[in-house]
């Protein structure tokens, strides 16, 4: 549903005046604010609809307040124009527009391509994240080494077999950081997550993108875990099933040789992946199915450290743990790594590999504009215009299902009240009718237990939709 405004001129209704005292029987209400300006908008009643106003209108995120002016459709749009892919003075050029959407690093990162585009408007994305991840590992190393150092001195007052593993992930994450090769096992379910963070910048409707996942499927299955047993037969139709696909050879059998070896399966089904990929001319795919093999040959691999396994990993040596303040302590500790959202260097690194698809999708995919519900489904929240709010898409996927009241505390108090000036002024110039502001009210009042002094200004506007 598009919104488009059809403003009438200055109707005047004969039992206007009454209504409007009935409505602003409550004292909240101001009664000096009576507008015979009445307008004619569309029910709002989807969540496409509902942020096509926020875009529009430009509003903020509930909670940090960053500007809201654009979604995921744009960037989908952007990519198919090949924006990211274009020297970054058209990158530059295209955006700039909405840099006020981006906040903290994303911010600080558009102004430094912005400010290289100027002297080398020709470079792509992903040529100038190479280079400056040069002087950010060096930074981020400053930051990082200190932390593991710390973890390495309270492993020694662990028991022995904690210590033992808990050494052994600092030592494989330390070679990481400095980029030292190690001999490191393959895990299916990382090559997957890898797999799916880059396929997410893909057009997901391509063969070629299908039959990566199809074949990313197959590696996950438990009947390939590990690199001894035989496969059960079942495991095989699945394997031969996924080749032929990718290989369009409905008649593909894999070799005897491979039936009795799950380590020569993964290998195979990477090799597949390996071959799509360079086709689609995905380096980013190539270069994970090439590290991965090595692994599977127990060959020496520069891993790539990252802030996520790192604390996963950790999570799950210390799971067991029965000194949970000690766990607790270690676990605090790691939390003081840089994230690539905290940190300008941790975002660079993260993407010195990645195409720049990847790199502007990131860039800018935490700052679209989602419908957040205040009171979560989960507790019964509706799924109607009364329960939205407009929030960025990293505080809405921050908060999760954390009560909205706790996760106001991280932000400064009066954002509540700037953002609900703009709601109440959307609503006084009829985008959105009176009853279902007032319940936006209540419900955000009763979900966040915070006082705002903008309901004041709420004025009643005839409905003359009906
Ligand atoms: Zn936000």
Not at 49 to 69: D, E, M, P
Not at 202 to 219: F, P, S
Not at 439 to 459: G, V, W, Y
């Amino acid at each position: 549903m598009r919104i488009m405004p059809v403003i009438q001129n200055y109707l005047i209704y004969p039992h206007f005046k009454e209504n409007y005292e009935l409505q602003n029987s409550h004292k909240a209400f101001a009664k000096d604010s009576v507008s015979f300006q009445a307008q004619k908008f569309p029910v709002i009643e989807s969540h496409k609809a509902f942020k096509q106003l926020g875009i529009k209108k430009k509003v903020h995120c509930i909670y940090c307040n960053s500007r809201l002016t654009f979604d995921n459709s744009m960037i989908d749009k952007w990519k198919k124009d090949k924006v990211f892919q274009a020297p970054i003075k058209t990158f530059v050029r295209v955006l700039k527009p909405y840099k006020t959407s981006l906040r903290g690093t994303e911010y600080k990162l558009f102004e430094i391509i912005d400010n290289i585009s100027k002297k080398s408007p020709d470079a792509h994305l992903s040529n100038v994240i190479k280079i400056l991840a040069v002087q950010s590992n060096k930074k981020l190393l400053e930051l990082q080494t200190p932390v593991l150092n710390k973890i390495l001195k309270l492993s020694k007052e662990l028991l022995p077999e904690y210590q033992e593993k808990l050494d052994a992930l600092i030592m494989k994450n330390t070679c990481r950081l400095l980029k030292i090769p190690h001999v490191e096992e393959f895990s299916a379910k990382d090559f997957s997550y890898k797999v799916s963070k880059i396929t997410k910048s893909l057009n997901n409707n391509d063969k070629d993108v299908k039959k990566i996942k199809k074949l990313t499927n197959i590696l996950t299955i438990p009947e390939l875990k590990d690199n001894e047993a035989d496969i059960s037969s079942e495991a095989v139709e699945r394997i031969n099933d996924a080749i032929a696909y990718n290989l369009d050879n409905p008649n593909y059998r894999i070799g005897k040789h491979v039936k009795k070896s799950r380590l020569k399966a993964k290998y195979l089904i990477i090799q597949n992946i390996k071959n799509t990929a360079s086709r689609l001319n995905r380096d980013d795919i190539v270069k994970l199915c090439e590290d991965s093999q090595k692994r599977l040959d127990g060959v020496p691999v520069a891993g790539k450290f990252s802030n996520k396994a790192f604390s996963h990993d950790l999570y799950d040596v210390l799971k067991d743990l029965d000194d949970t303040k000690l766990r607790a302590k270690i676990c605090k500790l790691a939390e003081e790594l840089p994230t690539s959202e905290t940190s300008i260097h941790a975002f660079i690194l993260k993407h010195d590999e990645a195409s720049s698809d990847t790199i502007g999708t990131n860039l800018l995919e935490p700052s679209v504009i989602t419908v957040e519900h205040m009171k979560p489904s989960s507790e019964g929240g509706v799924d109607a215009l009364k329960n939205w709010a407009y929030a960025c898409k990293r505080c809405n996927n921050k908060r999760q299902s954390v009560n909205m009241k706790t996760f106001f505390k991280l932000f400064p108090a009066d954002n509540a009240n700037k953002y609900w000036r703009d709601i109440i002024d959307l609503s006084n110039k009829g985008y959105f009718s009176f009853e279902d502001t007032k319940e936006m009210l209540k419900i955000f009042k009763r979900q966040s237990s915070i006082k705002i002094d903008s309901h004041k200004k709420l004025r009643y506007i005839p409905d003359v939709n009906v």
